[in-house]
């Protein structure tokens, strides 16, 4: 079964719009983390935010911003101020304990926003 | 600069080939990740490792195997290549706790 739901396989935006990106996952462990990482049609992966699950605070990176509601499962990307750069797939990822030495990191299927001049 | 790279951007191969696609790391992480990337279902993690000697299935490992004999290499072996496998192979890596994860460029194979 999926444990990471993305639900928008593709998104537009207007430029300088703020943009959510859904994301939804299903662990049972209480100690978890969730990541959010850009993939733009050069192929790289790079990171953008990080939330535990014991931070008491919405993780904030320039202009991305996790919207994290434990008790709903849920850790929507909002993006502010969208620009022509932003326009990539998105990926949501969750890091959960895979055993007692290790942890495992596991993605969604992704979402491509587009940015519209 | 942190650094993973992966031996291979592209790759042809035939069917029932073996096929070694390696990946290393320069940042003396524990943690390294095969996944495999196709449309429209992501990243799928295949195998990962947490410390030298010590692999972990995935949730796709069926037909692949891995090796990590040193710290800084993990490598994703597919014993008999099927064209089922053609697809984008990300590696990554990353430090015990922190979790953020510092990718490869990736291997592009195709198998004909």
């Known amino acids: 079964a999926q444990k990471i739901t993305q639900t928008q396989p593709g998104m537009f935006v207007q430029e300088k719009e703020a943009v959510t990106l859904d994301c939804t996952y299903d662990?049972?462990?209480?100690?978890?983390?969730l990541f959010w990482y850009k993939q733009p049609s050069s192929g790289e992966m790079i990171f953008l935010i990080y939330?535990?699950?014991?931070?008491?605070q919405n993780a904030t990176e320039g202009r991305y911003s996790l919207n994290f509601q434990k008790a709903r499962k849920s850790a929507n990307l909002v993006i502010s101020a969208s620009q022509l750069g932003d326009s990539a797939m998105y990926f949501c990822?969750?890091?959960?304990?895979?055993?007692?030495?290790?942890?495992?990191?596991?993605f969604g299927p992704g979402t491509s926003l587009s940015v519209i001049p | 600069d942190v650094k993973v790279t992966q031996s291979s951007r592209y790759l042809v191969k035939r069917t029932g080939e073996k096929v070694f696609l390696e990946c290393v790391q320069d940042m003396d992480h524990e943690n390294m990740f095969w996944y495999r990337q196709d449309p429209g279902l992501g990243l799928r993690l295949i195998y990962f490792s947490y410390d030298v000697k010590m692999k972990e299935k995935g949730d796709i490992p069926e037909g692949y195997s891995v090796s990590r004999e040193k710290k800084e290499r993990f490598s994703l072996i597919l014993e008999s290549a099927s064209t089922n496998q053609t697809s984008m192979y990300l590696c990554a890596s990353t430090p015990t706790v922190t979790g953020e994860l510092f990718f490869g460029e990736g291997s592009r194979l195709t198998v004909l």
């Open positions: 990822a969750m890091r959960e304990p895979g055993g007692a030495s290790y942890d495992k990191v596991i």
């Open positions: 939330q535990g699950s014991y931070d008491q």
């Open positions: 662990t049972s462990d209480p100690s978890y983390g």
